[in-house]
């Protein structure tokens, strides 16, 4: 189970920071995502970080302003999302992720980003 | 990065009939591409992963076929709950990339 905190409005230029708690299996033994959806819009992946944390990916359209982490004690993943933009208003969800895919995800958290 | 183009875009249909969704790949991804359900409001559940492989709980009336640049999803029997918009994802190569996505609507 993947329990996501709860997104808000922020201007653009601005920061925020998402959360995601996993329970029920062993944290620090799997990858996990991030992944986007725009209102009305298909999914986007974000970024990836390895179960250890030792190693990320990002899309291109964030990379440089969002930062994937994890705490394996805490069994928590985060994204730091910095000089957001209007085009990054979306649900976010996370997503346990393997060489195959993602599953589960997360209930998602909404982020707009307007003024 | 791999393109992934879903045909149709949408699709009515009937409780009974059988549904075909199609996936194509830029290039070749050999087996590693899988399929996702979304509901209204929801989050996205896999259905299929590895062209064929049926995810642990999902009913097998649905099927996943294909290699290479061409994969399709099959629905047998399309059920009032699998009414629902469906996508394909790549998992061969980083950036992970989802086709379009399909909307599957009541006929």
């Known amino acids: 189970l993947l329990l996501q905190s709860a997104g808000g409005l922020v201007q653009p230029g601005g920061s925020l920071r998402l959360s995601c708690v996993a329970s029920?299996?062993?944290?620090?033994?799997?990858?996990i995502s991030w992944v986007r959806q725009a209102p009305g819009k298909g999914l986007e992946w974000v970024s990836t970080?390895?179960?250890?944390?030792?190693?990320?990916d990002y899309a291109e359209s964030v990379k440089g302003r969002f930062s994937i982490s994890r705490d394996n004690s805490r069994n928590t993943l985060y994204l730091q999302m910095n000089s957001l933009r209007v085009e990054d208003t979306a649900m976010y969800y996370c997503?346990?992720?393997?060489?195959?895919?993602?599953?589960?995800w997360g209930q998602g958290t909404l982020v707009t980003v307007s003024s | 990065d791999i393109q992934l183009t879903q045909s149709p875009s949408s699709l009515s249909a009937s409780v009974g009939d059988r549904v075909t969704i199609t996936c194509r790949a830029s290039?070749?991804?050999?087996?590693?591409l899988g399929w996702y359900q979304q509901k209204p409001g929801k989050a996205p559940k896999r259905l299929i992963y590895?062209?064929?492989s049926l995810q642990s709980g999902v009913p097998s009336r649905f099927s996943g076929s294909g290699s290479g640049t061409q994969f399709t999803l099959t629905i047998s029997s399309l059920q009032p709950e699998d009414f629902a918009t469906y996508y394909c994802?790549?998992?061969?190569?980083?950036?992970?990339?989802f086709g379009q996505g399909t909307k599957v609507e009541i006929k």
């Open positions: 997503a346990t992720t393997y060489d195959t895919g993602f599953d589960p």
């Open positions: 029920g299996y062993s944290f620090s033994t799997y990858a």
């Open positions: 970080i390895s179960g250890s944390g030792g190693n990320t």
């Open positions: 290039q070749d991804i050999r087996n590693d």
């Open positions: 590895a062209t064929s």
């Open positions: 994802l790549q998992h061969n190569s980083y950036p992970r990339t």
